[in-house]
């Protein structure tokens, strides 16, 4: 099956990214985007579209890719790009340097000394040369190929002309490349009279050597010099489209170079010529009397020799071959064998119970006690939901978590693992055992049946090695990660165990270290390569589905591969997409500008399936059409939910989008399936987090001078600073503000300071929730590289009398309920932007007024700095994140959704009517004031996005608008200190 991936869908692609206009991505990844469609062979018109992205305009015509030649040949000439040769004798290394970029592959005579083991190049026959280029024809994809003319295969014009037409009509290449120069003129212009195009070669002529003295430079003196520029010009005149000069002085070959019309071929002949040639063995290291002017690129000769030692020692050793490399008859035709033979005198029993055919670890039974012991392998979301639903197994299964998250790990040891369910109510498991490495897992807890892998793809093989050092005999590892990771798994496991690939579909998220919140409800599909299997497997499905996770077995090779191919189709479509253009699932259906896109992802990913022999399973009908189908049913039923590919690049994480779009990439370049859109997508999220300045150490200050010497430092090292205020009570918003600061600039300081101006005397200061050791933990783990920590007395020293008046401020909707708050707020601010002196501040829009006090102070008292306003973190019940919450009662806490909810509502009402002012907020109040836990309605407003200040009923409601409201809840808080007051707003 072949799928054709057309011109128009690929321009249909590149529209699609007219969608960044609206999503308003980030100055950096613009600019990242461009150099990344500059370094793929996407065509002018993928470029361009790029670029226009960012102006509004079209994409330009579409410019394929070419192969090599004579015109793009010439071309490079023209431009001076140097010319990239390399020699290659069979398929595969014509495949690898077709792969690697290489401008021309010749098919050289050096075969007789580098393949042959000869001592010179001379018994290279025609039969020799033709043998080799036709292998080298086929792996070679792109470059053209050139034949070398064997000695005595040109003594005379028509015997050149002859053997050149020979070469190409039985082998296929494209052009034929002649020894000599002056003497071979007439040669040249008969064969290129013929219709073949012909290089030409001077300087040392391996042929010839012996005459020339051996294999040594030629042309070192000015005589000789001058005669080699007679023979190039004699070449170049003749009709040579270039010519190799090798083993000559740097300075007649930029002679040579200079004075003829056609591109020069150096072998160490200096760096002045317009392109350079070596022997593939030599760039290598598989040739032992390389030449002094070659280089080893890469030691391959080692790596081989290595490989080889390995598999002799494996084969003596009776380590290879394993259970996977080997074919099993079923066990009833097996049994009907033996006692077929069991009469005969001539069978010796032995040859089956005691020989090699049969390795130690397909003869272990799977599972034999079932599983008692498990091991999560993974302290993420993923890992954490499964750890927390298996710990409460009906089973009495013993659950160990493996995690390198140390904080986690403290906080689930002290306090247990906190389960937030998908209806908001939230359980507290303490009986898991955590464990930081597999010494210590098994030393404190004792060897596993069934070791589950929810690290990232990236971590498999560490995760497999793991795996293996902590099961115990007949054990078996699961995986449930994203992309193609069993092939990793079953190499490290070498077949001691056995490795089930399962898909499972239920989302998570962590809130905070030792709290993850089951985010979507789904299955796990256990996959079973093997069907005789499935009852031993059947302890796995009873241990999942007794923990409250719904589990399938999916039976037979053919059908594991399509279940694990169907997940891969829609992960390559929603987590580069929605990570790139920073939307939910569910955008991908509403907004049409990703149609064409999805579609290209799709054409390719079918493509590679189909060069891998995989026909993904989809339905019935067109397969790209069933496809599409199943993505846009997987996004129905995810709309709402972020991917976990956007949840890394948003927290600065590292992304699985190498084991996911970046496999089919790799899948492609091998199997010589073009995938252009998925090789952009993948090195687009690659460089949306680029990785962190590990040269700055983390530091915790407590001085403004010390933190002002250190920015200062900091500014003449040309780092730009991210400053992130808070005031303590750390919390995942700010860390969302930590990792933003982390994307966008090169140090971030997070500011940890309880500032008692912005509280009035009957609000909570003495209760506000704080613990700064955690505190430096959390902003330390979430990428700050320094937490200002001052004092009270050092900010606000007795003699301190200065405060930043704002006017009018206290007349608008949470200035008029908290008089004086803002003038705190200003001040502090003001102190922490000349002591850290950041070049982007950032603030979350939850406290929507006072991003707006703050981008006016900035504005009007000319920091020279920018503002940057993240998005409000929510629970997954929508709560907006705060430090007060951990105040909330129970009660309280269960109640405190609505407020979200109820500004969402009348937002979309707004939408889709077109409400009033009045009507708004009349709204507001309608179905708030409704709810019995709501004590107080402080205020609603509709304020201007730019000043704060209230719109008018008899003004219109421009876009941007912000409608907040703060509210005061029923009962006591938690802590027994004053009500517990919330606000929130939604931007309109």
Known sequence: MIFLYSGCTRMRALHTLHACVQIRLPLRPRATFLTIARKHALGQEFKSGIRNVYSNGTAAQESPKRAMNLRIFRRMYKKKEPIAVITAYDYPSAKFASNAGADLILVGDSMGMVVHGNS???????????????????????????????????????????????ILKESGVDLVKLEGGKRVAEHVKLVTNTGIPVIGHIGLLPQTSTQLGGFCAQGKTAKTALSLLEDAQSLADAGCIAIVLECVPDEIARIVTENVSIPTI????????????????????????????????????????QGISAYVSAVKQRNFPTSKHTVYMKDKERDQLLAALEDRHDYKKTCFEHGATVSESATKEFLPNGVQH??????????????????????????????????????????????????????????????????????????????????????TEKAAAYSKQILRDGGCVLTVQNGINTPIIEKVLDGQYQTLPSILTH?????????????????????????HLSEDAESITE????????????????????????????????????????????????????????????????????????????????????????????LETTAANTSSMLSDVQRSQETEIACITGYLVH??????????????LTDAVAAMNPPHDRSIKFSQISSIQEMQDTAKSMSMERKTIGCVPTMGGIHEGHLDLVRAARKYTDVVVATVFLNKKQFAAHEDLDKY??????????????????????????????????????????????????????????????????????????FGQKDALQCIVIKNLVQDMSYPLKVHICPTAREPDGLAMSTRNKRLSEQQRSMAPVFYRTLHNVSDKHRQQGLTVTQIKELVREQLTAVPGIRTLDYVSIANPCTG???????????????????????????????????DNIVL
């Open 949 to 983: 200040e209230e719109i008018h009923d008899s003004e219109p409601i421009m876009e941007g608008a912000i409608l907040s409201a703060a509210i005061s809840l029923v009962g006591e808080a938690a802590d027994g200190g004053p009500p517990v007051r919330l606000l």
């Open 667 to 680: 899948e492609g370049a091998r199997l010589h399936v073009p995938t252009p859109i998925l090789s952009f």
């Open 266 to 305: 150096g072998i160490g002949a200096g760096s002045g010529t317009s392109g350079q040639v070596l022997v593939l063995h030599d760039v290598l290291g598989m040739y032992d009397r390389a030449p002094r002017f070659s280089h080893v690129f890469a030691p391959a000769g080692n790596v081989m020799e």
């Open 769 to 842: 929730p704080q613990s700064l050791e955690r505190d430096i933990t959390l902003l330390r783990n979430a990428g700050a590289d320094i937490v200002f920590t001052p004092s009270s007395d050092e900010m606000y020293p007795p003699q301190f009398r200065t405060n930043v008046e704002l006017e009018g401020i206290d007349d608008l909707s949470e200035g008029k309920s908290r008089p004086g708050f803002f003038k705190g707020v200003a001040t502090v601010v003001s102190k922490l932007f000349n002591i850290v002196r950041p070049d982007i501040a950032f």
């Open 374 to 459: 498990v091991c999560v392998i993974g302290g993420g979301a993923i890992g954490s939901l499964l750890t927390a639903k298996l710990a409460n197994n009906e089973q009495g299964v013993k659950v160990t978590m493996l995690s390198s998250w140390e904080a986690h790990r403290n906080r689930i040891v002290e306090d247990g693992l906190v389960l937030q369910k998908l209806d908001g109510n939230t359980t507290l498991t303490k009986s898991i055992n955590v464990a930081a490495s597999p010494d210590n897992l098994v030393s404190e807890h004792g060897q596993v049946d069934l070791a589950i892998i929810a690290t990232k793809g990236t971590h």
């Open 507 to 531: 989302g998570a998220k962590i809130l905070q270290a030792g709290q993850v919140a089951h985010t979507g409800e789904g299955c796990l599909f256990l996959g079973l390569n093997n069907e």
């Open 543 to 634: 241990l999942f589905t007794s923990a409250g996770l719904p589990c399938q077995m999916v039976k037979g090779e053919t059908q594991v591969t399509n279940m694990i191919w169907r997940k891969l189709l829609v992960n390559a479509v929603v987590n580069p997409l929605t990570a790139i253009f920073a939307v939910k699932n569910g955008d991908l259906l509403r907004n049409t500008q990703f149609v064409p896109l999805m579609e290209a992802v799709i054409n390719e990913s079918l493509a590679v399936a189909a060069a891998k022999g995989i026909v993904p399973i989809l339905g019935e009908g067109d397969i790209r059409e069933a496809a599409m189908s199943e993505v846009r049913s997987v």
């Open 120 to 166: 010179n190049t001379i018994s290279v026959t025609m039969d020799d040369m033709i043998r080799h280029c036709k292998a080298v024809r086929k792996g070679a994809n792109g470059p053209l190929v050139v034949a070398d003319m064997p000695f005595g295969s040109f003594v005379t014009p028509s015997d050149a002309a002859a053997n050149a037409c020979r």
